[in-house]
């Protein structure tokens, strides 16, 4: 995105990456950690369709140019975002990560697991 972002976009991304990042190296080695960082999201200022309020849309993606994360700044000032893992969960061996998610809104942010069967 061209253009020096809002203090607030870029405190909100900050706070989604590092919780993201929080959340994967519970079930990845710090070696293996994936590439969660804010320089390099792909961007874009995008118009609420309801209210016509400015909000933001960006996506991770990976060597092949695989999409790999996801993140929204809505108007109201609530987000989420998303990155794939796709990892075997280190302790129930039944399961495996597909991705880690955070959302919230302001300072509250949360963030977990998505985990699904192993088939």
Known sequence: MAG???????????RLVGALRG????????DRLPDIRAEA????????????????EGIWR???NERVGRLAINSDGSFFAEYDLCVRHPHKREWFIE?????GRGDLVKAEARLLPMI
């Open 23 to 30: 959340e994967a190296i519970k079930y990845v080695a710090a």
């Open 99 to 103: 991705a880690v998610t955070a959302w």
């Open 62 to 64: 990976n060597a092949l």
């Open 4 to 14: 020096r972002l809002p203090p607030e976009i870029e405190a909100t991304i900050g």
């Open 41 to 56: 999201l792909l961007l874009g200022a995008v118009t609420d369709p309801a209210n016509g309020l400015p909000g933001y």
